[in-house]
């Protein structure tokens, strides 16, 4: 664990325990979260390059457009 980690677990240790759980709950939803995402954007890395050729070969057909804002 690193120190930054270990001070922050520290200073949650003080608070209530009404607020550590609520502090736990959020820190567990986000590391879920953020495990869901990892594996979403890694199953359609495919996807993703297959999307990113077609457009490359319709801008080098001509078949695409420039739009200014």
Do not use: C, Y
Not at 6 to 16: C, V, Y
Not at 47 to 69: P, Q, S, W
């Amino acid at each position: 664990m690193t120190k930054l980690l270990e001070k922050a677990f520290e200073e949650a240790a003080r608070l209530p325990e009404v607020e550590q759980n609520a502090l736990a709950k959020w820190l567990l939803e986000e590391l879920h979260s953020e495990r869901q995402w990892a594996r979403a954007f890694s199953e359609s890395e495919d996807v993703l390059d297959i999307l990113a050729d077609e457009a490359l070969t319709e801008k080098r057909k001509g078949n695409t457009i420039t739009i200014t804002l």
